[in-house]
């Protein structure tokens, strides 16, 4: 799996492009800027844009050719963000310390997904924000209407909304909805697709 990534991101043009995703971008402009952490960053997009508006940002990612891209890109944008290469198995970060997680696009293994994110759960502060937005399992139908607008192909690692409320129990929800988007994201994300998309706050 690091190697697909790998390869995917260490070309020059960036996979998903350099803007930020319109969903996070929307949600994190209303917020306060504290700190945030950014799990399966990729290149960085999300992360670096959070730097932009004065967060202190975590991210990671299984890809040091996306950690590369990722201080590139913040590099060019005069900003600092601390990015570590690591399996979330292997992460370790102090109980409650993020004011904010962004899940954008992050498809964890299918029999780890619920898992991972009762562990991210513990690293967010009491009223602290999970903005979240993915592929719903519907979007299999769009993938193979359409690969140009990527995904998984797993329907186990796709979201559900039942699967977000489970995963997100001690959460209020301040959106939770499945929608169809026209995604316009770098090379891979393009056309029509299925997601969820999830504003939690913890109790």
């Known amino acids: 799996m690091n190697q697909k990534w790998d390869d995917r991101y260490r070309d020059v043009e960036f996979a998903y492009g350099k803007e930020p995703n319109i969903f996070f971008k929307e949600w994190l402009l209303k917020l306060d800027p504290g700190s945030i952490l950014m799990p399966a960053d990729g290149e960085g997009r999300n992360g670096v844009f959070a730097a932009q508006l004065g967060w202190k940002v975590d991210a990671f990612d299984i890809s040091i050719e996306g950690k590369n891209k990722a201080l590139q890109l913040a590099k060019e944008n005069n900003v600092s963000i601390h990015y570590i290469v690591e399996d979330l198995?292997?992460?370790?970060?102090?109980?409650?310390?993020?004011?904010?997680?962004?899940?954008?696009?992050?498809?964890?293994?299918?029999?780890?997904?619920?898992?991972?994110?009762?562990?991210?759960?513990?690293?967010?502060k009491p009223g602290g924000v999970v903005i979240l937005e993915g592929f719903s399992k519907n979007h299999?139908?769009?993938n193979k209407r359409n690969p140009k607008v990527g995904g998984p192909k797993d329907l186990d690692t796709l979201f559900s909304e039942a699967e977000i409320i489970n995963d997100f129990k001690n959460y209020d929800t301040l959106l939770l909805k499945e929608e169809e988007i026209l995604l316009n994201e770098g090379k891979y994300h393009i056309g029509k697709g299925s997601v969820i998309r999830f504003i939690g706050r913890k109790k």
């Not at 409650?96 to 898992?115: N, S």
């Open 89 to 124: 198995d292997l992460l370790q970060y102090e109980k409650e310390t993020f004011d904010a997680i962004g899940l954008i696009y992050a498809h964890f293994p299918a029999e780890k997904k619920a898992i991972f994110h009762k562990k991210l759960n513990t690293y967010l």
């Open 140 to 142: 299999i139908n769009y």
